[in-house]
């Protein structure tokens, strides 16, 4: 019999390979899935034109014009670049709008100006190009459909979910060794509920038959390394953890269905940046200053840091449906909420998470606008507010100088970056094992530092591929952007995962003294209640860009369209039922 | 969408920077991943340094750190294994703290490690001993092998207990971090250039009579020579000799072969910087420059950069890197002399001793080639030098001694000398 610390060192041992290839197993299946597989368009409706030729009609919103970058090409002089939009909403109604065209839009032979009705069989005019509007048959879209792949046909997201769950045993099995005695069961029970919580979500995706799970795979994944985090950190709070973990994935499942709608979503963005604004002054009046920014709230024994769900509301207002990205004033007044917000928490003197917004809000112009103009004004503009904001703090303007000399004081400026790359490169490729790392134990380290944290614990394989597994999501969202039902969803996908990328950067590499270090999240990774939430948030955004066929539940199926599975017709209950009398309502 | 399409790349421009930052990031990981992961173990490295015989110098694990049990042991080797408060930079326990510690990129740290290095603790005690309190600095190599067996630097601390106030330079290792006047050690150095640039060196004769006129201003000699060949020069040390070499050489002669002889050259020993030595180039045909030939005016030598010449120069003309961490660097060979110098000026170091040194009464039992100097300082005293090699094929030793304001290098140095090789060939 093997004396137990023995016994111990096997059990690192094994685990400590073989933790690194499931995770890397894990995303690259995600990867495959999300990236590699075929990926058809949907096709909603046709532009028929004289000679019979049938332009397909793949978004909901579409603009004609003769320009290469318009969804309907019309080879004619006399049609504009940019012609009209082509718009269609949840329940299936079309409207044309002109868009300043110099020959004018007609439908029926009248001309038309915006957001009028358009239906099937209607002849559309461009200057002089006639073309007629036909709408995907119910028989004929169904086939459509059916071409389509759907996700999960040849990587199984129950058999990912699967590996990543042996990841999070073996995780828990290191734990049992490793951490003290009084709170070995609240860890084991935290990933425990960690699991129950993925299976489940996956359960509720399968039973409202949605097979892409990819997206959500990628985020149990880098939460297991949040728990891990905890677990090594402050084992007392796992249950904490847990607890922020499922409300943040209850609201991810509430704002997937709440953009479903895209109606209601343009309803209330206004309100969105009413709220923002709102959180944002009431911080600013009553926020407590922790670590140098005051952005927190305290409500008795919890604390929130309400600029994390600003981000969501944030890139709720700033994504917009693509009618109204050729209004000038539109793009305006979210220049002007942009400003606000950055100003705000620069004023708190969170200027990691001013940065994080800033660079949201660049993407989010040049999505809108698609001039670098526009981008290179706002670069300006902040470089100057920038400044002032160094001038003005001299706790931001000390972290700025340190940047690049933080081995040059060590036991001051340079304290925690210092820490964190001596941690990280101490644990090596393969980690020193989950709890026995020694970082943990310096401030802020399971929040600013959790790279250097994953590094040392989990080694700098794990690491990497956590922050791979973020681009992974990024350039999923991207990849989508071309099938993309509205630009709202697309804009607001790229922002998430944008936001998601420069919040990790500023983390990882702030921590290693490669940027300046301004103590943002990690997605998902850091601890942080409000931070978990946020990102859970901003996960359902990019679920919105997936139009995959049956893949994501914040796209809703057409409901002229019946519902089927494989071969066989089924109901499917819900508001996306009965599509006749809708029609008949009409 | 088209248009947005194509404008969603956009935020992939995040993604290339955040690829391009960690590439950064691992280039910086593997270049100093070793010193950044055992930072902060302080200046006490978990692991062990033992001598090229086994003997434990330094011990660190979680029950603490212990030196060696002996006081004068712990004295000799302090330069070479350091202190835990950092103060001798060139120390092991600075210089080799990521091996150490274990450090790889791969596994990162582990529980310390156990380091040999090639020295012979003991021949360090005797140099320490031979030196008797005064400063200084003394080194041993095999030329064969580059292996140095010993090397000491004083004064010296305990560093199980530290001084409060510890003498000047004790901090330092004198034979890698301080340069000293060379004085006639460094007619070595001209007469590598002599021989290679005056084709008729051997054929000539010098003329002395104790002292000589250049520009103007006295070169004073050790004594009255009188007709010498270059042989009899070099045992005599004679000034007014190498000065007239000198000047028929050249300043720029005289820099280059310092220069390609590593004597003002950068060096390294195991990765661990070494000071360059000096030679300020005087005007052609000014006394200075006479000085400058026979190692005084601005000469400044680093005994580590001497005792690799003088290797070298036993060693055929080629030196292996001297180094402290043993084998593996033998296919480091560097040529820097070409062996037809290397041998003349070999038997002329061996010519020395037998005809100016004391021979066999100097070091009995040992057939060694050396030449000593008696460097001025300025101040009326001189440093006493004494670098050679042992022309004994199983005991292939190089070895320079400083002895610091301790006057002739024969009386004081070759006595040093003698005690370390005797102590070498009987190990």
Request: glycine share 10%; hydrophobic share 45%.
């Amino acid at each position: 019999m093997p004396d137990i610390s023995e016994l111990i060192g096997y059990i690192i041992g094994a685990t400590r390979y073989l933790m690194p290839l499931l995770a890397l197993w894990v995303v690259a299946r995600c990867v495959r899935s999300m990236l590699r597989e075929r990926y058809e368009p949907e096709t909603w409706a046709y532009l028929v034109d004289l000679n019979g030729e049938r332009h397909p009609v793949n978004h909901w919103e579409c603009i004609i014009g003769r320009s290469r970058s318009a969804d309907v090409e019309l080879d004619s002089p006399s049609v504009s670049r940019v012609h009209a939009s082509l718009q269609r909403d949840g329940d299936g109604y079309w409207t044309l709008s002109d868009l300043r065209s110099k020959g004018g839009t007609f439908i029926n032979g009248n001309e038309i100006d915006v957001l009028e009705d358009v239906r099937d069989g209607d002849v559309l005019e461009f200057a002089d190009e006639e073309l007629v509007f036909q709408e995907v048959s119910r028989d004929e879209r169904e086939w459509l459909e059916r071409r389509r792949t759907a996700p999960g046909r040849f990587v199984g997201p129950g058999v990912t979910l699967l590996i990543l769950t042996l990841f999070q045993a073996f995780l828990t099995l290191e734990f049992t060794v490793t951490a003290s005695e009084e709170y070995v069961l609240s860890v084991c029970l935290g990933f425990l509920a960690l699991i129950v919580l993925e299976w489940f979500c996956y359960l509720v995706m399968r039973s409202v038959r949605r097979t892409g799970f990819e997206p959500e795979t990628i985020a149990f994944f880098l939460s297991t390394l949040g728990m891990e985090v905890c677990a090594s950190s402050t084992p007392d709070e796992m249950f904490r953890q847990v607890l922020f973990l499922i409300i943040g994935v209850a609201l991810f499942f509430f704002l997937g269905w709440w953009l479903r709608d895209l109606r209601r979503v343009k309803a209330v963005r206004w309100l969105a940046a009413l709220a923002a604004m709102g959180l944002l002054a009431i911080t600013v009046v009553l926020g407590e200053v922790r670590g140098g920014a005051g952005n927190w709230l305290n409500f008795g024994s919890f604390t929130i840091q309400p600029s994390e769900l600003v981000k969501v509301l944030y890139i709720y207002t700033g994504a917009a449906t693509l009618d109204r990205l050729f209004t000038r004033r539109n793009l305006f007044g979210f220049i002007v909420f942009a400003a606000i917000c950055v100003c705000a928490l620069a004023l708190m003197g969170d200027f990691g998470t001013a940065l994080v917004f800033f660079a949201t809000f660049l993407v989010i112009a040049f999505m809108r606008s698609g001039s670098f103009a526009t981008v290179f004004l706002a670069v300006g503009g902040a470089a100057m507010a920038g400044f002032l904001v160094l001038s003005a703090r001299p706790y931001v303007a000390q972290r700025f100088a340190t940047w690049g000399h933080a081995w040059e004081d060590v036991w001051d400026s340079g304290y925690q970056q210092t820490h964190a790359m001596s941690a990280a490169a101490s644990g090596g490729l393969f980690g020193r094992g989950a709890g026995e790392g020694s970082l943990v134990n310096i401030t802020a380290a399971d929040t600013d530092m959790v790279f250097a944290v994953l590094s040392e614990e989990l080694g700098l394989i794990i690491a990497v591929i956590a922050m791979f597994a973020v681009i992974a999501l990024a350039l999923f969202t991207v990849r989508n952007a071309a099938r993309g039902r509205s630009t709202f969803y697309v804009i607001a996908g790229c922002a998430a995962v944008s936001m998601m990328m420069v919040q990790m950067g500023l983390n990882i590499f702030g921590s290693l003294d490669i940027l300046p270090f301004t103590g943002v999240t990690f997605p998902f990774v850091s601890k942080g209640g409000t931070s978990i939430i946020a990102c859970w948030m901003l996960l359902a955004f990019i679920k919105a860009t997936d139009t995959r066929r049956d893949a994501s539940f914040v796209v809703s199926r057409d409901p002229k369209t019946p519902d089927y599975e494989d071969e066989e017709y089924e109901d499917y209950g819900g508001e996306d039922d009965e599509p006749e009398e809708t029609e008949a309502a009409r | 969408m088209k248009k947005v399409k194509n404008r969603a790349w956009s935020s992939l421009i995040i993604a290339l920077a955040l690829v391009a930052l960690l590439a950064v990031y691992l280039v910086k990981l593997a270049d100093n991943g070793g010193a950044w992961a055992t930072y902060f173990n302080g200046g006490t490295p978990a692991g062990t340094i033992i001598d090229r015989n086994g003997v434990t110098l330094y011990s660190s694990d979680e029950n603490g750190v212990s030196y060696s049990a002996d006081a004068t042991t712990r004295l000799a080797c302090y330069h070479l294994i350091g202190d835990a408060n950092g103060n001798v930079r060139t120390g092991a326990l600075r210089q080799f703290r990521d091996m150490l510690s274990g450090y790889s990129f791969i596994n990162g740290t582990s529980s310390g490690k156990t380091l040999q290095i090639t020295v012979d603790s003991s021949l360090n005690a005797v140099a320490y001993n031979a030196l008797a309190g005064r400063n200084g600095a003394v080194m041993l190599m095999d030329y064969t092998t580059g292996e140095i067996l010993c090397m000491v630097s004083t004064p010296a601390d305990d560093p199980q207990n530290p001084s409060e106030s510890p003498a000047d330079g004790t901090y330092i290792n004198k034979c890698l971090s301080a340069s000293f006047v060379p004085g006639s050690v460094f007619k070595l150095v001209t007469l590598a250039a002599a021989i290679e640039n005056i084709p008729d060196l051997f054929e000539r004769t010098f003329w002395c009579e104790g002292s000589s006129v250049v520009g103007g201003a006295v070169l004073n000699c050790t004594g009255s020579h009188g007709n010498q060949t270059i042989e009899q020069a070099l045992a005599n040390s004679c000034n007014c000799a190498f000065g007239a070499i000198a000047l028929e050489l050249g300043a720029d002669t005289i820099a280059e072969y310092a220069e390609k002889l590593g004597l003002t050259q950068e060096l390294s020993l195991d990765g661990m910087t070494v000071t360059a030595g000096s030679f300020d180039k005087a005007e052609e045909g000014s006394i200075g420059l006479a000085w400058s030939g026979i190692g005084q005016y601005n000469d400044m030598v680093v005994p580590y950069a001497l005792v690799r010449y003088v290797a070298a120069i036993a060693n055929g003309g080629s030196v292996y890197e001297p180094n402290l961490l043993g084998h593996g660097n033998l296919d480091r060979e560097s040529e820097i002399l070409s062996a037809d110098t290397a041998s003349r000026i070999a038997e002329m170091m061996n010519y020395n001793v037998q005809n100016a040194y004391g021979g066999q009464w100097t070091f009995p039992g040992l057939n060694v080639s050396a030449k000593t100097g008696t460097a001025e300082v300025g101040d009326g005293t001189s440093h006493a030098w004494m670098t050679g090699f042992l022309n004994d094929p199983t005991h292939p030793y190089a070895f320079v001694v400083l002895v610091e304001n301790a006057g002739g290098g024969l009386t004081n140095a070759a006595p040093i000398v003698n005690q370390l090789l005797q102590a070498a060939i009987a190990e």
